[in-house]
């Protein structure tokens, strides 16, 4: 007997099988279509995202634009910190930063710890300190870290 010409429950054994193969490839189809479907959706939740983020760096950035004005800035620095622009008489001319950068520097004040080891000698000496630094007159110069 031939392959080809068996046949079970009336059917050749060549047709039984390419059914059952028809049959595997039209799941495998189907699964791999469910697959995919489900790829799309997380690359459209994705791409939303990624539009929302990009929607709100424009928010954060006009805010940030919104924050950083000048006009507001000095209004908040006049009203909360008492800040003002610098007077063109408190201005330097390049002639005169040359001049103040050759003078020598006034020497800064010398603190002198006594030996003690309790916390009312470091208190004294810190208070002598500060003291000191408010009686030394000002320098135009900023301190040197």
């Not at 929302?52 to 928010?59: A, G, N, S, T, Y």
Request: no cysteine; charged share 20%.
């Amino acid at each position: 007997m031939n392959l080809l010409e068996h046949r079970v429950l009336g059917f050749r054994t060549l047709d039984l099988a390419l059914s059952v193969l028809l049959v595997a490839l039209i799941l495998g189809v189907y699964l791999a279509k469910t697959l995919a479907g489900g790829e799309r959706g997380q690359i459209a939740s994705t791409e939303r995202q990624i539009t929302e983020e990009k929607d709100r760096i424009v928010l954060l950035e006009a805010e940030v634009a919104h924050l950083e004005r000048p006009d507001r800035l000095a209004s908040l620095a006049r009203t909360y910190a008492g800040l003002s622009p610098v007077a063109s008489n408190r201005e330097i001319t390049p002639q005169g930063l040359a001049d103040a950068l050759q003078s020598p520097a006034a020497p800064a004040p010398q603190l002198l710890v006594v030996g003690s080891s309790s916390m009312a000698g470091v208190a004294e000496a810190e208070s002598s300190a500060l003291e000191a630094e408010s009686m030394a007159p000002p320098s135009d110069k900023e301190p040197e870290p």
